[in-house]
């Protein structure tokens, strides 16, 4: 998937930006908790809530009192008392403030305010995204090669996402990282970071579940090479999520990937996949290791070859990988 992601700002029809492997625009869903499923439920239109956030006051109002839901002790702050902590002097501008930020964020008890758990979230994105190195890290080499030319790999974090590519410019692997998992890491760290999360996305996407907000989704296998113009010549598997728009655009190797017989396999020959970066594997970065067998409904073999032994694996429409031996 690719994207920004900050939220949820992403254009859901922006082409995918890695012909050879993966583009995702999955940020981390956080929120399990059952709270936070009520909220999901509670549909704030996004375009008035971020305006209700237009003044940098109203986010120390909002910062000021996740402040005080983390100290537990304190669960509603008193008007006055939240005037003082936020620092504005002028009690009429304090209210006007304070109460733009009501129903979406802030609620009212008998003891003062406290943040809603839509409160509560959007503090935790504001923070989150204002970490760190600038948020950027590279470009820089890391320790890969291009499975199409044999050169360098090189990776750059910015803006919320790891990109990974060659110096001839060749797309190897795209992944959204929120800046608050990225901060304080080495830029390998982050690529691998993003890995682990692209792998996360892949299993959650193909057991029918968004990795983005995790509403029903259902993973295809597209081939496209019929199409008049066609986004990727080689067969790939595409999440697609209507809910959220988060999508989620690879190799049909992807589904390899995250499959138990073929982790065997390459564990068997020394090689654990989870070693090699998501890109590397023969099964992803290797055009001619995928072969359409049917075309309705279109199933497709992978070849998985290492040290002369091999792995029949056929992939079917949805993404299920079946392995003979
Ligand atoms: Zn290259
Ligand atoms: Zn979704």
């Not at 305006?51 to 996740?66: K, N, Q, W």
């Not at 989870?274 to 590397?280: K, R, Y």
Request: aromatic content about 4%; charged content about 30%.
């Amino acid at each position: 998937m690719t994207g920004t992601h900050s939220g949820d700002t992403e254009e859901p029809d922006e082409p995918a930006d890695t012909a050879g492997t993966a583009a995702d625009d999955v940020s981390d869903g956080t929120a399990d908790s059952s709270e936070s499923a009520a909220v999901a439920e509670q549909r704030v239109d996004p375009a008035e809530a971020f305006a209700a956030l237009s003044d940098p006051l109203r986010v120390d109002i909002l910062r000021e009192l996740a402040t005080a839901h983390r100290a537990r002790e304190v669960e509603s702050v008193g008007f006055a008392a939240l005037r003082k902590r936020v620092g504005v002097r002028d009690s009429g501008r304090f209210r006007y403030h304070l109460n733009e930020l009501r129903d979406n964020f802030v609620r009212k008890t008998d003891d003062g305010y406290r943040l809603t758990v839509t409160g509560v979230e959007t503090v935790a994105a504001i923070l989150a995204g204002t970490y760190t190195h600038g948020g950027t890290l590279g470009p820089a080499p890391i320790d890969s090669e291009c499975s199409e030319c044999g050169a360098d790999a090189v990776a750059v974090y910015r803006d919320g996402r790891c990109g990974v590519s060659c110096e001839n410019d060749h797309p190897l692997f795209g992944w959204t990282l929120p800046p608050a998992a990225a901060a304080d890491a080495t830029l390998p760290e982050v690529v691998s970071l993003a890995e682990l999360f692209a792998r996360q996305a892949i299993e959650r996407g193909l057991a029918g579940v968004c990795p983005k907000c995790s509403a029903p989704v259902e993973p295809r296998i597209v081939d496209e090479r019929d199409d008049a113009e066609p986004v990727d010549p080689t067969p790939g598997l595409r999440v697609r999520c209507e809910t959220c728009g988060g999508r989620l655009v690879g190799p049909v190797g992807f589904c390899l990937l995250v499959d138990p017989a073929v982790e065997a396999f390459y564990r068997r020959h020394d090689r654990p996949l989870d070693a090699l970066h998501v890109w590397e594997p023969a099964f992803v970065a290797d055009e001619g290791a995928v072969e359409v067998v049917d075309r309705d409904p279109l199933r497709v073999a992978v070849e998985v070859t290492l040290d002369g032994d091999r792995l029949a694996v056929t992939v079917d429409e949805s993404g299920g990988v079946s392995v003979r031996d």
